[in-house]
């Protein structure tokens, strides 16, 4: 309120009688009117009457528009600025110490406005701004040793110490926010000037901060508190009565800048501590199913308590060191035990968690390694299983399967780009048939997963490296495998799904480093599939061998020459057929002989010293005689082995035609002269091989179709059984097909095969070494047994003990010679 001697002693450009309120009037922004002192001790009418003529100066001058007249009256009270300003500073002062008393039940020593005023004045009028922020400091000082002192000697402990705590940083805060308010003019008009100075609200929470939230002792009870808390909740398993008191303290701290040294760092390291001690005691007691267990619960209990009282910010960090002080040290442990039984199980559920909690701990490695481990283990014990070599394949296409599945799904990297699935169809389909189907939000849909490639080459590594625990073995029996598929065909199934089937099988020869093995196996599958006419389908044969010549061998297309032969043959026989016509020639006999090349046909042609019924054999003279007139200077050797016939054959109950190998023809055609035979019998009037003849009889006596009985009834075939004709063979298809045993590849022919295919590599191995010796003239012998290994890696992978024979062996032949200076490398000899 401004006096009117001040008023006077304003200076003329101040306009002085413009701010000037008569003490009746009453300014809408100023506070509620209060009771003013009068200038002098006149009567009430004599107020009023100044009070009505003080009107003019309040800016509603419609009723005057003359000259103003002021009229003074009494002896003006001289007022000492000095004095006044004195007092400011005092209240000032006064102001500052009873903001900074704590417990202090003193009012203010004046209203806020007068403070503020006298804040304004003291610092822009009187300019003792330095007295201000000296006493200031010295207040804030002592406020703030008595809060540590109070801090010290508090005797609350544990968790209960928070309380007392937040407390006090909630009155200091309080109260400092209501200082910066009240002295505002000393903080936006004197500290903001002087670049030296902080702020109030800085300077004080500076101070706070570095004597009371650093101070050593009541940060070591403040992080106990916190300790104790935490523990209490891990040891009880439920809430503590103080939890809500948590986020506040958290808040605090924050405030002042010292929660992670604080509050985060005690939290995570008392993590850190209480599960590694925990773990230890949890591994010696619990199995490594158990454990894993025992993890989850603590890992969820704890990301429960992050989630409910601590900041977002700290989550992670949290689930972080739980899941690194339950795991890290024990992932050999768990993975060792745990993978091959969820694995063998087929426990994908289990699996993804398993390798979540890995990946949560950078432990991929060693899972991946395990993975690995496993599935070498797994894949060498399928391909050593020889009691079970037939069940091979099927074993080893069951487990691919599945670890492709894990691949893709739990084991597969997250894709950073979500793709749209089944729904967006489903929603767009409703839309337009005018339903109220939600729309889609494309956010919300699973990200699709991309396999890891580093995971699949591992994966792959390992099957090849099962595979070489049998040398040729696994090649041969996925031949085997794909020459039953091709034998039974669709069955029903649709031509995709097929394909796909034949597809995943033929992946297993990516595993193999004997391509030259699974070929010869393969052609020779196929060789007599055709020829016995055992294919289902001509369309899927042709299709594979053009998938396995692009994709796999290019030295496949020799099954393109085979059907080749197979459709020239069918003229041939058309024509042949014909000539027999016109000459008249008929009989009960009717030849159909295919013609192959050698150079195209996996067989190795022996002489056969079988007896052939004279009919038959004329038969077969006559069309050798007509393919010579037709191809002169070719020469045809009968493969007897591979014949087949179809006989009429009469039993008691009525005549069947019986669909017959060659050998079964010619045993069957004995029992028309005679009842009963000896094996010696028959083994002298056909000369047919003894293991050949023997499995025949095995076919005709002791399978399912028995034609033929056998005395001593058994499964095995001896020199002195006796066979005799089974009269009384019935089924009820007219047309019978007699399986022959000698289809299926027998041991011994694998073996003999096996050993062709040795006898071939070495061909190889040397056709190879003079080719990169030719290009190369001279190589030592590191450099030669590298080029010699590409030379041949897309059919075989040789082993060094076998190159080292063959560089020998052409070191003998004198293709090659070894140097003079030095015996390690080799030289080329034109």
Not at 302 to 307: G, H, L, T, W
Not at 487 to 501: L, N, P
Not at 610 to 631: C, G, R
Not at 805 to 824: F, H, P
Request: glycine residues 4%.
């Amino acid at each position: 309120m401004t006096d009117i001697f001040t008023i006077f002693t304003y200076p003329a450009s101040n306009n002085a009688f413009s701010n000037y309120h008569s003490p009746g009037a009453t300014d809408r922004s100023d506070s509620p009117p209060r009771k003013t002192p009068r200038l002098s001790n006149d009567s009430d009418s004599a107020s009023a009457s100044r009070s009505r003529q003080t009107r003019s100066f309040t800016g509603n001058d419609n009723e005057s528009t003359g000259p103003i007249l002021l009229k003074i009256t009494g002896v003006p009270v001289k007022v000492n600025v000095e004095q006044q300003y004195e007092q400011d500073f005092i209240l000032v002062k006064r102001t500052i110490r009873v903001l900074f008393l704590r417990g202090n039940r003193d009012r203010l020593p004046a209203t806020y406005d007068r403070i503020k005023e006298a804040c304004r004045s003291v610092i822009c009028s009187a300019n003792k701004g330095d007295g201000v922020y000296e006493n200031f400091k010295l207040e804030l000082e002592r406020c703030i040793g008595d809060l540590v002192k109070s801090l010290e000697n508090e005797q609350k402990q544990g968790v209960d110490y928070i309380v007392p705590f937040i407390d006090a940083c909630q009155w200091f805060e309080k109260q400092v926010s209501l200082l910066q308010s009240l002295l505002a003019w000393f903080d936006r008009k004197y500290l903001r000037n002087r670049t030296d100075l902080s702020g109030l609200r800085d300077e004080c929470y500076k101070q706070f901060a570095v004597r009371v939230l650093d101070d050593p002792h009541i940060q070591r009870r403040v992080r106990t508190s916190i300790e104790a808390w935490v523990t209490y909740e891990r040891n009880n398993g439920d809430a503590h009565t103080l939890r809500p008191y948590i986020p506040q303290l958290i808040s605090r701290l924050a405030h002042h800048g010292r929660y992670e040294l604080i509050f985060e760092y005690v939290y995570l390291k008392s993590a850190k501590d209480f599960y590694l001690e925990e773990s230890k005691k949890m591994v010696q007691e619990l199995d490594p199913a158990g454990y894993l267990r025992y993890v989850d619960r603590r890992s969820t209990e704890e990301e429960n308590r992050s989630v409910a009282v601590l900041p977002e910010s700290i989550v992670e960090k949290v689930n972080d060191t739980v899941w690194r002080s339950l795991l890290v040290g024990k992932l050999q442990w768990l993975v060792d035990h745990i993978l091959p039984v969820y694995t063998k199980s087929k426990n994908t559920a289990a699996l993804a968690g398993l390798f979540v909690m890995f990946s949560h701990v950078d432990g991929q490695e060693v899972f991946l390694a395990a993975l690995k481990t496993y599935v070498i283990t797994n894949v060498k014990a399928i391909v050593t299983d020889e009691e079970h070599d037939d069940m091979m394949v099927e074993k080893l296409l069951d487990f691919k399967q599945y670890i492709d599945e894990l691949l893709q799904g739990p084991f597969a990297d997250p894709s950073p780009v979500p793709v749209a699935g089944p729904l967006s169809t489903v929603n767009l389909n409703a839309n337009r048939a005018g339903t109220s189907a939600e729309p889609m939000d494309i956010d919300a849909l699973p990200p699709a997963k991309v396999p890891n490639r580093k995971w699949i080459d591992a994966v792959r590594d390992a099957f090849s490296t099962g595979f070489k625990a049998r040398k040729n073995k696994p090649a041969e029996m996925i031949a085997k495998y794909l020459d039953q598929q091709m034998r039974k065909g669709q069955k029903g199934k649709a031509d995709s799904v097929f394909q796909k089937e034949l597809s995943d099988v033929l992946l297993l020869t990516r595993f193999t480093d004997d391509k030259d093995v699974f070929r010869t196996f393969y052609h020779k599958a196929l060789s007599k599939r055709l020829l016995l006419e055992k294919s289902a389908s001509d369309d899927f044969e042709k299709a594979m061998l053009k998938k396995l010549q692009e994709e796999y061998d290019s030295e496949f297309g020799m099954g393109d020459q085979m059907f080749k032969d197979l459709s020239l043959s069918k003229d041939l026989m058309r024509e042949y057929q014909q000539q027999r016509v016109r000459n008249g020639e008929s009989g009960n006999t009717r030849l159909n002989a295919v013609v192959l090349q050698r150079g195209f046909w996996p067989f190795s042609l022996k002489p056969s010293e079988a007896i052939i019924p004279n009919d038959m054999q004329s038969e077969l003279t006559k069309y050798s005689t007509f393919y010579k007139v037709k191809h002169t200077g070719r020469k045809l050797d009968w493969e007897h082995s591979l014949g087949t016939a179809v006989l009429r054959a009469r039993f008691a109950k009525g005549t069947k035609e019986l669909r017959v190998s060659l050998y079964q023809t010619l045993v069957l055609l004995l029992f028309n002269e005679e009842d009963q035979l000896r094996y010696t019998d028959i083994k002298e009037q056909t000369h047919i091989e003894d293991g050949e003849l023997r499995r025949t009889l095995q076919s005709l006596a002791v399978a399912k179709k028995r034609v033929l009985r056998k005395e001593p009834v058994g499964k095995e075939v001896r020199d002195n059984d006796i066979f005799t004709f089974n009269p009384e063979f019935w089924e009820n298809a007219y047309s019978i097909h007699i399986n022959t045993i000698q289809v299926k590849e027998t041991p011994e022919e694998s073996k003999k095969t096996q050993s062709l295919i040795e006898s071939d590599r070495k061909h190889v191995l040397d056709a190879a070494i003079v080719r990169v010796m030719k290009a190369k003239k001279e190589l030592h012998m590191e450099h030669l047994k590298t080029g010699i290994i590409d030379a041949v890696k897309s059919h075989f992978v040789p082993s060094v003990q076998l190159i080292k024979e063959r560089i020998d062996a052409m070191v003998e032949g004198e293709y090659i010679k070894r140097s003079d200076a030095d015996m390690n490398i080799f030289v080329y000899l034109a």
